[in-house]
């Protein structure tokens, strides 16, 4: 060996210094040293670019995905929209092709089962008048822009806010939405009943929009007005609430909580809520349930110090019963971490249809209230697991399904789906005028100012809406509905059993 290296294998190395292949030195390989460094050359050069080109385009995505603020100056005085408030068309650049946008949650199944009674005939403009009788306002959306004829003010600030919802969609997806022309009733109860509008001679249902339905009606449910605030009761935009609710839902573990049944609320809308009253602990019963009377003239002088929804997770089980029709509160009590307690509800929201009991909630039976949250309660506290996973699941679906941009999606897909009905093209009603996010938020006051603040969307999204699902086949629907059924037939059954076993 000689001195001062070491052979390994086919070459040898010096002992002393940084080594080469010993074949180097022939001519040929001199050559192909010069070429590799080339090549090093070369691949750090194109790298470079490569980064400088992202970072360009990066650059370009942050300016397509830009901020459109309020044009509030003094020379727009607010009584007619900016012709440029924001893009009449958005060409998305980072898009994603179809099959790879997330599915929309389950619940985006019903936006065909409330529009398939106009799929043979279509939606004609006198259909679409005859459902002005109870209707607050018309909205017409041509060119992304939107016309609104106001027949009655909703109560409190609900057709505010359900306006003010449909404009930051608009400002969401620019260009996206098709023209149309819908009614929009804001009063709690639907109104369309399906027995109107049966029999051979019968004419088409009108389509009206509202916030809930029944089993016995036809009207069509959207996205309420508490999504982007509440302002008569100060309750925050959803995306903000959500992040309030998933902080209250850590301050205290689900078997740290106080083992009762809360509600707290206005009893005096309903009957049903009247009698859940008596459900309360006394001297004489406890029937597991804590239940307190909401004062709502009180909590407006306190600054609303006692009714924070962040702050209303201390009990293993939450109740929600209805009022005179469906509750906003369903989705607050839903996303607490719970055992929600559901008295058979008989009207639905547009996602609360695709809730399952002993998965998503626990069913109480109506006919006996007191006895049946006793019963729910005892039996969560003596199976915790199955009781905690119930909790989980239906905060997750909450935190999961039901995000603003999900919200976003679900009227993205039913407006664009109820404008494939028509038949005739839309066109600005004599009375309407034009209305703008500027016409809304600029001249807007206090609570209303701040909500709109807070829930205005900022720009364009550089993505499409998730993925519409097909609807339901008769075979898996009618499987759906069985499986609801089945399971709150369950829960009876072991009421039944138990009291049986008492007497």
Same mark, same amino acid.
């Given at each position: 060996?000689?001195?001062? $290296?070491?052979?390994?294998?086919?070459?040898?190395?010096?002992?002393?210094?940084?080594?080469?292949?010993?074949?180097?030195?022939?001519?040929?390989?001199?050559?192909?040293?010069?070429?590799?460094?080339?090549?090093?050359?070369?691949?750090?050069?194109?790298?470079?670019?490569?980064?400088?080109?992202?970072?360009?385009?990066?650059?370009?995505?942050? =300016?397509?995905?830009?901020?459109?603020?309020?044009?509030?100056? =003094?020379?727009?005085?607010?009584?007619?929209?900016?012709?440029?408030?924001?893009?009449?068309?958005?060409?998305?650049?980072?898009?994603?092709?179809?099959?790879?946008?997330?599915?929309?949650?389950?619940?985006?199944?019903?936006?065909?089962?409330?529009?398939?009674?106009?799929?043979?005939?279509?939606?004609?403009?006198?259909?679409?008048? !005859?459902?002005?009788?109870?209707?607050?306002?018309?909205?017409?959306?041509?060119?992304?822009?939107?016309?609104? @004829?106001?027949?009655?003010?909703?109560?409190?600030?609900?057709?505010?806010?359900?306006?003010?919802?449909?404009?930051?969609?608009?400002?969401?997806?620019?260009?996206?939405?098709?023209?149309?022309?819908?009614?929009?009733?804001?009063?709690?109860?639907?109104?369309?009943?399906?027995?109107?509008?049966?029999?051979?001679?019968?004419?088409?249902?009108?389509?009206?929009?509202?916030?809930?339905?029944?089993?016995?009606?036809?009207?069509?449910?959207?996205?309420?007005?508490?999504?982007?605030?509440?302002?008569?009761?100060?309750?925050?935009?959803?995306?903000?609430?959500?992040?309030?609710?998933?902080?209250?839902?850590?301050?205290?573990?689900?078997?740290?909580?106080?083992? $009762?049944?809360?509600?707290?609320?206005?009893?005096?809308?309903?009957?049903?809520?009247?009698?859940?009253?008596?459900?309360?602990? +006394?001297?004489?019963?406890?029937?597991?349930? !804590?239940?307190?009377?909401?004062?709502?003239?009180?909590?407006?002088?306190?600054?609303?110090?006692?009714?924070?929804?962040?702050?209303?997770?201390?009990?293993?089980?939450?109740?929600?019963?209805?009022?005179?029709?469906?509750?906003?509160?369903?989705?607050?009590?839903?996303?607490?971490?719970?055992?929600?307690?559901?008295?058979?509800?008989? $009207?639905?929201?547009?996602?609360?249809?695709?809730?399952?009991?002993?998965?998503?909630?626990?069913?109480?039976? @109506?006919?006996?209230?007191?006895? =049946?949250?006793?019963?729910?309660?005892?039996?969560?506290?003596?199976?915790?697991?199955?009781?905690?996973?119930?909790?989980?699941?239906? +905060?997750?679906?909450?935190?999961?399904?039901?995000?603003?941009?999900?919200?976003?999606?679900?009227?993205?897909?039913?407006?664009?789906?109820?404008?494939?009905?028509?038949? $005739?093209?839309?066109?600005?009603?004599?009375?309407?005028?034009?209305?703008?996010?500027?016409?809304?938020?600029?001249?807007?006051?206090?609570?209303?100012?701040?909500?709109?603040?807070?829930?205005?969307?900022?720009?364009?999204?550089?993505? =499409?809406?998730?993925?519409?699902?097909?609807?339901?086949?008769?075979?898996?629907?009618?499987?759906?509905?069985?499986?609801?059924? +089945?399971?709150?037939?369950?829960?009876?059954?072991?009421?039944?059993?138990?009291?049986?076993?008492?007497?």
């Amino acid at each position: 060996m000689d001195i001062g $290296y070491q052979r390994i294998g086919n070459y040898r190395r010096s002992t002393d210094s940084f080594w080469l292949p010993h074949y180097i030195n022939k001519p040929y390989s001199k050559h192909s040293l010069l070429l590799l460094v080339f090549l090093l050359v070369l691949g750090s050069y194109m790298w470079t670019t490569v980064l400088d080109t992202t970072s360009a385009v990066n650059k370009v995505l942050q =300016s397509r995905t830009r901020e459109f603020p309020l044009n509030c100056s =003094s020379g727009n005085p607010t009584k007619t929209c900016p012709v440029n408030h924001y893009p009449p068309d958005y060409k998305i650049i980072n898009n994603k092709p179809s099959s790879a946008n997330p599915r929309c949650p389950h619940y985006f199944h019903w936006i065909h089962e409330d529009l398939k009674l106009w799929r043979k005939t279509g939606i004609t403009k006198e259909m679409v008048e !005859r459902a002005n009788r109870t209707a607050n306002f018309r909205l017409v959306i041509l060119n992304g822009r939107a016309y609104v @004829e106001t027949y009655e003010k909703g109560f409190q600030t609900r057709d505010v806010f359900t306006l003010w919802g449909i404009l930051q969609l608009l400002r969401r997806y620019p260009g996206k939405i098709p023209d149309l022309d819908l009614m929009f009733d804001c009063v709690d109860w639907p109104v369309i009943r399906a027995s109107d509008f049966v029999g051979d001679n019968a004419i088409a249902p009108p389509p009206l929009f509202r916030y809930c339905g029944d089993s016995e009606t036809l009207d069509i449910v959207f996205p309420d007005w508490s999504f982007w605030g509440w302002a008569e009761i100060n309750i925050k935009p959803w995306q903000d609430l959500l992040k309030d609710l998933e902080k209250g839902n850590k301050k205290q573990k689900w078997q740290d909580r106080e083992p $009762y049944a809360y509600w707290k609320g206005n009893p005096e809308v309903a009957e049903k809520r009247m009698e859940l009253v008596k459900c309360n602990v +006394s001297e004489n019963q406890e029937w597991n349930a !804590r239940i307190y009377v909401q004062d709502w003239k009180k909590e407006i002088k306190q600054g609303f110090k006692n009714s924070d929804l962040g702050n209303q997770c201390h009990h293993r089980y939450k109740i929600y019963i209805e009022g005179s029709a469906w509750s906003v509160s369903e989705k607050y009590i839903l996303a607490c971490d719970s055992v929600s307690l559901l008295v058979t509800p008989h $009207y639905y929201d547009f996602f609360s249809r695709s809730l399952m009991p002993q998965v998503h909630y626990w069913p109480i039976n @109506e006919n006996d209230k007191c006895g =049946s949250i006793k019963f729910a309660v005892d039996w969560g506290n003596r199976n915790k697991k199955k009781a905690q996973k119930i909790g989980r699941s239906a +905060s997750n679906f909450i935190q999961e399904d039901l995000k603003m941009e999900y919200v976003y999606d679900y009227m993205f897909h039913l407006l664009n789906e109820y404008a494939k009905l028509l038949r $005739y093209k839309p066109s600005v009603p004599e009375k309407a005028t034009e209305l703008c996010s500027e016409i809304m938020a600029c001249p807007a006051e206090g609570i209303e100012k701040k909500l709109m603040m807070e829930s205005m969307v900022k720009g364009p999204v550089d993505e =499409s809406p998730c993925k519409m699902p097909i609807p339901f086949n008769q075979l898996s629907l009618d499987s759906f509905i069985k499986r609801k059924e +089945s399971s709150i037939e369950q829960v009876l059954k072991l009421e039944k059993e138990e009291q049986k076993e008492k007497t």
